[in-house]
T-cell receptor, first 116, second 114 residues
Framework: AQSVTQLDSQVPVFEEAPVELRCNYS??????LFWYVQYPNQGLQLLLK??????LVESINGFEAEFNKSQTSFHLRKPSVHISDTAEYFC??????????????FGGGTRLMVKP | NAGVTQTPKFQVLKTGQSMTLQCAQD?????MSWYRQDPGMGLRLIHY???????DQGEVPNGYNVSRSTTEDFPLRLLSAAPSQTSVYFC?????????????FGDGTRLSIL
């Protein structure tokens, strides 16, 4: 079984400041890692994912996350946030096996609030 | 391209009533699932299906039934609604195998049980 802990339920930050959203996971097997974003009154959208290879993964809108196996972490960062980044962010994992299906285990979410 | 469509978007029920939340996808995805979202708890898996005629329980299945008669549709039934089932419900779909298959989510159904 897997579990995911997002250490901050809310993160307020001023526009153009850097931000880090923290995610730690626990699993007895290798996992794939994901960050999803949820804008108000919408469903979740995939932001970025780590499957294998380079431990630093990037999204098209300036977010990046680094997989740290020794610390079992997958923190999300952005060097300069915009008002439009205000949303809830979810970290998720699934077993790294094609036979495991696509069942995700989610963290509790972090609400990013960007202030002008 | 509709993606994943959920209906209704909002619903208020009285305790003991039954209802069905509808979910349809037009991407020919084998895998479909239902999650509930509660504050501070993220999304928790209720039921999932890996193909027509095949369903299984997730983390929080009690009080919910599902069926999968077609690839496209995966309805969620509340047989006797309880206030603890007040939540936002999301349906998701994806191809079954392969870690690089993202899940596609609907916009959610906001359900209140009085």
């Amino acid at each position: 079984a897997q579990s995911v802990t997002q250490l901050d339920s809310q993160v307020p930050v001023f526009e153009e400041a850097p931000v880090e959203l923290r995610c730690n996971y626990s699993s007895s097997v290798s996992v794939y890692l994901f960050w999803y974003v949820q804008y108000p009154n919408q469903g979740l959208q995939l932001l970025l994912k780590y499957l294998s290879g380079s431990t630093l993964v990037e999204s098209i809108n300036g977010f990046e996350a680094e997989f740290n196996k020794s610390q079992t972490s997958f923190h999300l960062r952005k060097p300069s946030v915009h008002i439009s980044d205000t949303a809830e962010y979810f970290c998720a994992v699934r077993p790294a096996s094609d036979n495991a299906g696509n069942m995700l285990t989610f963290g509790g979410g972090t609400r990013l609030m960007v202030k002008p | 391209n509709a993606g994943v469509t959920q209906t209704p978007k909002f619903q208020v029920l009285k305790t003991g009533q039954s209802m069905t939340l509808q979910c349809a996808q037009d991407m020919n995805h084998e895998y479909m699932s239902w999650y509930r979202q509660d504050p501070g708890m993220g999304l928790r898996l209720i039921h999932y299906s890996v193909g027509a005629g095949i369903t299984d329980q997730g983390e929080v299945p009690n009080g919910y039934n599902v069926s999968r008669s077609t690839t496209e549709d995966f309805p969620l039934r509340l047989l006797s609604a309880a206030p603890s089932q007040t939540s936002v419900y999301f349906c998701a779909s994806s191809y079954f195998r392969g870690g690089n298959q993202p899940q596609h989510f609907g916009d959610g159904t906001r359900l209140s049980i009085l």
